[in-house]
């Protein structure tokens, strides 16, 4: 199958290195990239390695449509950087996609927290797929998991510390670091959101929440909806007084059904340290489903970089195969 890709940053690098790795068992071609500040590069018989590793592409395409009309990929996959607000462009660029009869594959969560029935809808008239494992827990199986192992369960709510970067602020500040220490640490580490603020405001968070919630609970709600609290009130003396009492804070997002809908919420909790829900440090995340056939039961990301995050895409491409 062949590939257009939109947006090409750490992420999108780290899958062209894995689409070469695995070029023999999963044979992969990348037709087209495109990006706003390094240009696009397309080649419909497939670009070689070292234009995929080069810093820099030729002109810039005109228009997604335009790159993806001469890209003639069976495939794009989304890669472009999170807007809370509004979902966009990334929206419009997965529509332009689905116009053209191509699967989509997006790590982004902004689409999926602002227009996922919409999308999954088209997606259906066109007849192609629509995947985005890696928009909530850098590849981990949570989407996967669902639509293939769980047949019959119904989704009640979930619980999850899913934003590193909040982590990284509070983990520097309980050490006696300051906030900005903490945010400079998690952008060093390459983890946090292209803004920074949509961390540790909670926005992120909320967009995982909002696009969870519409996947697993059909609560068609966008980020906006979810009520939002995030760290950025904690002190460093706050934050050194909750260590010292066995306690830490996380940034915790929370779904539930109820007899007036879903119910959303992102908020900074203090937790007992002993709290499973505190128990996954720094870039480690978690997530807990509430269930009716299954109980409670989660999923463990431990540690995961880039290269998780580009595993969740190349999965969603071998599933659509």
Not at 232 to 245: C, K, V, W, Y
Request: proline share 4%.
């Amino acid at each position: 199958m062949k590939l257009a890709i939109i947006g090409y940053g750490n992420v999108g690098r780290a899958l062209a290195r894995l689409l070469r790795e695995k070029r023999k068992e999963f044979p992969f071609t990348i037709a087209g990239i495109h990006t706003l500040r390094h240009g696009t590069a397309v080649d419909a018989a497939g670009l070689p390695a070292e234009v995929t590793e080069a810093a820099e592409f030729g002109p810039r395409a005109a228009s997604v449509e335009e790159f993806l009309d001469a890209a003639r990929a069976q495939v794009a996959v989304e890669l472009t950087t999170l807007n809370p607000s509004t979902g966009e462009p990334a929206t419009g660029h997965i529509r332009a996609a689905l116009a053209r009869h191509m699967h989509v594959v997006t790590a982004n969560k902004g689409p999926i927290a602002h227009a996922y029935a919409a999308l999954r809808d088209e997606a259906a008239r066109e007849g192609v797929g629509l995947r985005f494992e890696s928009s909530v827990m850098d590849g981990a199986p949570v989407f996967n998991l669902w639509r293939h192992t769980m047949p019959g369960v119904k989704v009640l709510g979930f619980t999850g510390v899913l934003n590193s970067t909040s982590k990284v602020v509070i983990e520097t500040m309980e050490r006696g670091g300051s906030f900005d220490a903490g945010l400079a640490e998690a952008r060093r580490m390459g983890i946090t959101e292209a803004d920074g603020a949509y961390d540790v405001e909670g926005w992120d968070s909320a967009a995982k929440a909002a696009a969870l919630a519409n996947v697993l609970m059909d609560a068609r709600t966008t980020p906006q909806l979810v009520t939002t609290r995030g760290i950025t009130r904690l002190t460093p003396e706050r934050a050194m007084e909750i260590a010292r009492s066995g306690k830490t804070v996380r940034l915790v997002s929370r779904g539930r059904r109820t007899s007036g809908g879903v119910r959303l919420r992102v908020r900074a909790e203090v937790l007992e340290r002993n709290d499973i829900l505190a128990c996954t440090p720094g870039t480690s995340n978690l997530i807990l489903f509430h269930t009716d056939l299954m109980g409670t039961f989660g999923t463990v990301s431990i540690e995961p970089g880039v290269e998780q995050t580009a595993y969740g895409v190349f999965s969603d491409l071998v599933s659509l195969r």
